[in-house]
C-alpha cells in the first residue's frame, strides 16, 4: 500500500517561490506516475501537474505553466514541485498523487487521471500574501 507525505507548505508573498516535498514509501515493485493537485477553499480539487515515472514526461495545468517544475527523485522515493511566482490564486491545500497511469482520454485528456489514483497524500498548505 502505498503512503504519501507531503512537506514544504507555508505562508509565502506573491512573487515568491516554494518547493513541496512528497515523500512516498510502500510501492517496492510498482512503478506509478505522480501528479500534485491543489483545492481552494469553496473549490474543487484540480490538477496541477504529472510526471511520469521515469520522469520522460510532465504535463501541467495551462494556470501554472511557465511556473511550477514538477520533478521526482525515484532514488529517494520522493516528487517535488518548485513553484515560483507565486499568485493569490495559487493559495491552496497541495496533495500528493500516486496513480496507476499517466495518460487517459475518455471524455477529455486527462494527466495522472483520477480514477487511477492509488493513494493520496494528507496535504500541504500553501498561503499566498499580497
Known amino acids: 500500500q502505498v503512503q504519501l507525505v507531503e512537506s514544504g507548505g507555508g505562508s509565502v508573498q506573491a512573487g515568491g517561490s516554494l518547493r513541496l516535498s512528497c515523500e512516498a514509501s510502500g510501492y517496492p515493485n510498482s512503478r506509478y506516475s505522480m501528479g500534485w493537485f491543489r483545492q481552494a477553499p469553496g473549490k474543487e480539487r484540480e490538477g496541477v501537474a504529472c510526471?511520469?515515472?521515469?520522469?520522460?514526461?510532465?504535463h501541467y495545468a495551462d494556470s501554472v505553466k511557465g511556473r511550477f517544475t514538477i520533478s521526482r527523485d525515484n532514488a529517494k522515493n520522493t516528487l517535488y514541485l518548485r513553484i515560483t511566482s507565486l499568485k493569490p490564486e495559487d493559495m491552496a491545500m497541495y496533495y500528493c498523487?500516486?496513480?496507476?497511469?499517466?495518460?487517459?482520454?475518455?471524455?477529455?485528456?486527462?494527466?495522472?487521471?483520477?480514477?487511477?489514483?492509488?493513494?493520496w497524500g494528507q496535504g500541504t498548505l500553501v498561503t499566498v500574501s499580497s
Open positions: 510526471i511520469s515515472f521515469r520522469s520522460h514526461e510532465s
Open positions: 498523487a500516486a496513480a496507476r497511469l499517466y495518460y487517459q482520454y475518455v471524455d477529455s485528456p486527462e494527466y495522472c487521471p483520477r480514477e487511477t489514483i492509488e493513494a
